[in-house]
């Protein structure tokens, strides 16, 4: 009788143990992500503490300058984004649509023109035309990631199954209403891919601030390479993996927490 109830429990424990390890296997790489960026800035910190600086090392290589383009670099990437995101996302979702479909290759190519251009080149020519500063590079930061945000929500979208939308129409859905509730959701890890792509590919040429008097962790790399110093060239270097590793990892908690389940 003893045996007998033990067993149920046994089960019990041993479905929850396996519930447990799929869900750690699953989530495993966004636990060893903010560990390995959290040893990287504890590396980095205990090298600059010990490392003996010169004159010129320690213009930049202090705290009140490393946050100052820690800051500037974190607006640069996230005013960047959130207008590629803005903007792309209802385009992508526009462009779906049965009377501008027709326009989607055109569209495609000119994304694909835009982030072929040089990004340093089309900075300074922004620069050149615009003037300088943080609103200028933000906005060419922009016109240069469009692409991967555009491209992916016009993906995400074409491919859902037509039948499914029909059944919803159907039922007697909108057109608005089966796309708010029917195909966003679907598309949404697609999407989400693109805006991950986005936000990394926003952090690498936000370095590039610099040349418009926008700020950010190039005001570190460049001086580094024009007066050859490695130390600030590695420092604003791993800076900048370190807030590359660290908005990756928000976007795939964000890509966890809104993905619809069972996808």
């Given at each position: 009788m003893v045996k007998a109830m033990a067993q149920?429990?046994?089960?019990?424990?041993?479905?929850?143990?396996?519930?447990?390890?799929?869900?750690?296997?699953?989530?495993?790489?966004?636990?060893?992500?903010?560990i390995l960026i959290l040893a990287i800035s504890l590396t980095l910190a205990i090298v600059l503490s010990n490392a003996t600086l010169d004159v010129i090392e320690e213009v930049t290589i202090n705290p009140a300058f490393i946050f100052a383009a820690i800051k500037d670099h974190l607006i640069l990437s996230f005013a960047s984004a959130a207008i590629i995101m803005?903007?792309?996302?209802?385009?992508?979702?526009?462009?779906t649509r049965q009377k501008l479909k027709k326009f989607t290759p055109l569209v495609l190519i000119l994304?694909?023109?835009?982030?072929?251009?040089?990004?340093?080149?089309?900075?300074?020519?922004?620069?050149?035309?615009?003037?300088?500063?943080?609103?200028i590079a933000i906005f060419t930061f922009a016109a240069f990631g469009i692409l991967p945000i555009l491209r992916n929500t016009i993906v995400g979208l074409q491919e859902i199954d037509p039948f499914i939308i029909e059944s919803a129409k159907g039922m007697g859905m909108t057109a608005r209403q089966a796309l708010r509730q029917i195909e966003l959701p679907l598309a949404v890890p697609v999407i989400l891919a693109g805006v991950r792509t986005t936000l990394i590919l926003t952090v690498g040429v936000a370095t590039l601030g610099v040349f418009v008097n926008g700020g950010g962790l190039g005001t570190l790399i460049i001086p580094g390479l024009k007066l050859n110093?490695?130390?600030?060239?590695?420092?604003?270097?791993l800076l900048t993996v370190i807030v590359a590793f660290t908005m990756d990892w928000l976007a795939r908690v964000?890509?966890?927490?809104?993905?619809p389940r069972g996808i």
């Amino acid at each position: 009788m003893v045996k007998a109830m033990a067993q149920p429990n046994l089960t019990a424990g041993s479905m929850y143990s396996q519930s447990a390890r799929l869900i750690f296997k699953r989530h495993r790489s966004l636990i060893i992500q903010p560990i390995l960026i959290l040893a990287i800035s504890l590396t980095l910190a205990i090298v600059l503490s010990n490392a003996t600086l010169d004159v010129i090392e320690e213009v930049t290589i202090n705290p009140a300058f490393i946050f100052a383009a820690i800051k500037d670099h974190l607006i640069l990437s996230f005013a960047s984004a959130a207008i590629i995101m803005a903007v792309a996302v209802p385009a992508g979702i526009a462009l779906t649509r049965q009377k501008l479909k027709k326009f989607t290759p055109l569209v495609l190519i000119l994304a694909n023109i835009g982030q072929a251009f040089p990004a340093v080149g089309l900075l300074i020519l922004s620069g050149i035309l615009f003037g300088f500063g943080k609103p200028i590079a933000i906005f060419t930061f922009a016109a240069f990631g469009i692409l991967p945000i555009l491209r992916n929500t016009i993906v995400g979208l074409q491919e859902i199954d037509p039948f499914i939308i029909e059944s919803a129409k159907g039922m007697g859905m909108t057109a608005r209403q089966a796309l708010r509730q029917i195909e966003l959701p679907l598309a949404v890890p697609v999407i989400l891919a693109g805006v991950r792509t986005t936000l990394i590919l926003t952090v690498g040429v936000a370095t590039l601030g610099v040349f418009v008097n926008g700020g950010g962790l190039g005001t570190l790399i460049i001086p580094g390479l024009k007066l050859n110093r490695e130390l600030v060239i590695v420092t604003g270097g791993l800076l900048t993996v370190i807030v590359a590793f660290t908005m990756d990892w928000l976007a795939r908690v964000a890509e966890e927490l809104l993905r619809p389940r069972g996808i």
